[in-house]
């Protein structure tokens, strides 16, 4: 594959492209971009002496950003930002680290959640290298990279222990020089210097670093893992950090102990999910049926006295059907379960105690791992039994303080869960940190994050304002409508006042207009109503699956100057876009997002209460993340200083809320927001 670059910016440009997606500008240069771009913030001359790795003329409170983030590095303390909106967060705290960490040879991870995030890092050293010498590069896992995996026809079936598995084998071949090799990672040796070569010169994104390694027939995930040590930035995605193994595997790929790291949590609100995330895991039927079909494989093998891998294996199934009929009751689909409940019901049904069944356990990852090694080639090289057998093993030692364990039944059949309510891996993690950079646009509480993550108690909170014009955004709510479930059932007018007040806020407002519904169910109950109601080009967030749709959608929105797209408040839309200029210029915000109850909501709760006293539970797991995400929606109006736009809140329970939110009651919304637009 050629590699080429646009001949106005620079960029990389791969196969079947037409444009410039950094500049937007035709490659046969006859054709500017679709749509207009500014020429963004000019490096400065020469190094400011107050911040000398600010590539752009700063202005004060960046200054201070960067002067408050080295402080806290330089005493070893974590600091804790909250944002706004043109406070430039990504290149000021990379500048404030890299003052911390250049001197004392320590390397800076920057923590993100999405792609569009790790290229704006990318960028920003970039421009910093103009000025100082400074190295940067992406990370992205082995799914998301490997040429090899990703030409299989399976490669989406496949686990990550699966992936692992394939590439493990594949490389020890190439090292022993037998057939059935890696050739990608057989070329990655001899080319490592043109790779590191091209990343210091070019900072490329993470799309146009795996471009550039296959168009050399490399591994892109491979070299990454090689050359990354010698960089000074080193941008990962949480997954890194946030699980206990790859974290093990990445700091010891870089040769670092944590005292060496300078740590940038990008988007910092949603780490604590995306931990829980991580170390919850489920148990499904499917995957015990599968294994039972693995046991055909064996030849009976006995995983502790008298009891066979495919008794093992029954067992479990049969303790699955046997709790949800005990505990799951009529109409209901989910029960939590008293603690060692599934490990009595299977040493009941083997007669055997709890230091037989961890015997089992062990024997059966034992059998596991050599059915995995044995099948590494084949079509299908994952081990189901060695994957059940893992998780049997967390579920066994998972501390019921720490995790809600519970049995739900679906289409699929019965499965098992275990949340994380408490991670603690994490909490020791960054407890060993000297210190730590927490950022995001809507952070605030931040000492509910602080206690939460578990930061050390002399953790540094700061906020820092927008510097945009405060004149140029409005937030209203309405006092005479809300989505509460009770005055929604109580009230049959309810629902059809708010779809009025939908339709004529969007028929009204002649901008492009966001409208985020708290829910899929609410927007899906809303739909036939506003498809006939709104004389406008109406858009919708697709779920289920269908983000190719959603984003379609999207593009032709964001073309148009008039249209109503209508998405989900915490999706990616509300999150995860710009919307510069005429983009969008109004939101419309139906109801609080309260996070549904469940299970796993009600533990955190009571540990909440129990922990930091009455009522804090309902605050940190309802109330702020219901916040956080207004603020998110909120925050998708004004992304440059010469963006206007306006919110409307159509739920009177704003008035709870109303300082964080910065917004103002309202008897007439309509008529505000008219007047806000059209002067009148």
């Known amino acids: ?60 409170e960046q200054l201070q950003i960067i002067s408050d983030i080295r402080s806290a590095l330089d005493q070893g303390r974590h600091i804790v930002i909250e944002s706004g909106t043109g406070t430039g967060k990504t290149i000021v705290s990379l500048a404030g680290a890299l003052e911390h ?9 920057y923590l993100t959640r999405t792609i569009s995030q ?40 496949l686990s990550p222990n699966a992936l692992s598995t394939i590439c493990s084998d594949r490389k020890a071949r190439s090292v022993r020089h037998e057939s059935g090799g890696c050739p990608y990672y057989e070329q990655a040796q001899a080319q490592l210097g043109d790779i590191e070569q091209f990343c210091r010169t070019r900072f490329p994104r993470s799309d146009e670093f795996d471009a550039y390694c296959k168009g050399r027939s490399v591994c892109p995930y491979e070299a990454r893992k090689t050359i990354m040590k010698d960089f000074d930035v080193v941008v990962a ?14 700091l010891t790929n870089l040769g670092l ?39 055909q494989a064996f030849r009976q093998p006995e995983v502790t006295a008298g009891v066979t891998l495919d008794n093992l294996i029954r067992a479990v199934r049969a303790a699955m059907r046997e709790l949800a009929t005990k505990y799951v009751g009529f109409g209901k689909k989910e029960a939590e379960l008293p603690a060692r409940a599934l490990e009595e019901v299977i040493t009941q049904r083997l007669g055997i105690n709890t230091i037989g069944l961890d015997g089992a356990v062990e024997r059966m990852i034992e059998l596991g791992e050599k059915r995995a090694e044995a099948i590494a080639d084949s079509d299908s090289p994952s081990s189901p039994v060695l994957e059940l057998a893992q998780l049997l093993k967390l579920w066994t030692y998972s501390s019921q303080d720490r995790y809600v364990r519970a049995v739900r039944t679906g289409d699929d059949g019965e499965f098992l869960t275990a949340s994380c309510i408490d991670p603690a891996d994490i909490v020791k993690f960054m407890q060993a940190l000297p210190g730590a950079v927490h ?26 304002p927008s510097p945009f014009p405060a004149a140029n955004r409005k937030v209203i709510y309405a006092k005479n409508v809300t989505t509460n479930y009770r005055d929604l059932h109580d009230n049959p007018d309810m629902q059809p006042r708010l779809e009025r007040m939908v339709a004529e806020l969007c028929n009204t407002v002649d901008k492009n207009t966001l409208v985020f519904f708290p829910s899929y169910r609410l927007m899906r109950d809303f739909r036939p109503y506003l498809e006939d109601a709104v004389h406008k080009a109406l858009f919708w967030e697709e779920g289920g699956g269908r983000q190719r749709q959603t984003m379609k959608s999207l593009d032709t929105f964001r073309r148009g100057r008039e249209g109503v797209f209508c998405c989900v408040m915490g999706g990616s839309v509300a999150e995860g876009m710009d919307f510069p200029g005429d983009e969008l210029c109004f939101a419309v915000i139906v109801g609080i997002p309260y996070p549904p109850p469940t299970l796993e909501l009600k533990a955190m709760k009571n540990l909440y209460d129990a922990k930091y006293g009455p009522g804090m539970g309902w605050r940190y797991t309802s109330e702020v993340p219901a916040v956080r995400k207004m603020r998110q929606a909120i925050g998708r ?20 809320d109303a300082r964080q939110l910065e917004a103002q009651p309202s008897d007439d919304p309509i008529a505000e927001a008219v007047a806000f637009f059209h002067g009148s």
């Open 1 to 60: 594959m050629r590699t080429s670059f646009c001949q106005h910016c620079g960029n990389l440009i791969l196969p079947g492209q037409t444009r410039c997606s950094e500049c937007g500008w035709s490659l046969d240069g006859t054709s500017g971009p679709v749509r207009p771009v500014g020429p963004g913030p000019k490096v400065v001359a020469h190094v400011n002496t107050d911040a000398p790795f600010m590539p752009y003329e700063p202005r004060p």
């Open 101 to 109: 960490a250049r001197p004392r040879n320590k390397k800076i991870i």
């Open 118 to 157: 790790s290229d704006q890092v990318m960028k920003e050293l970039r421009a910093i290298s103009q000025l100082q010498p400074v190295s940067g590069i992406t990370l992205t896992g082995r799914s998301k990279s490997c040429p090899l995996l990703m030409a299989r026809p399976d490669f989406d079936r």
């Open 237 to 250: 995605p949480y997954i890194h950090i946030i699980s206990n193994d790859i974290r093990e595997t990445f």
């Open 257 to 295: 102990e944590p005292s060496g790291l300078v740590l940038i949590v990008d988007e910092a609100h949603n780490l604590m999910d995306a931990v829980r995330e991580q170390e919850s895991f489920t148990i499904t039927t499917r995957l015990v049926m599968s294994a039972l079909d693995e046991c």
């Open 439 to 464: 950022m995001s646009g809507t952070l605030q509480p931040l000492d509910q994050y602080a206690k939460v993550m578990g930061l050390p108690r002399n953790a540094i909170p700061r906020t820092y």
């Open 637 to 656: 109006l004004i992304r440059t200083e010469t963006d206007r736009g306006m919110a409307v809140i159509l739920d009177n329970r704003a008035a709870r």
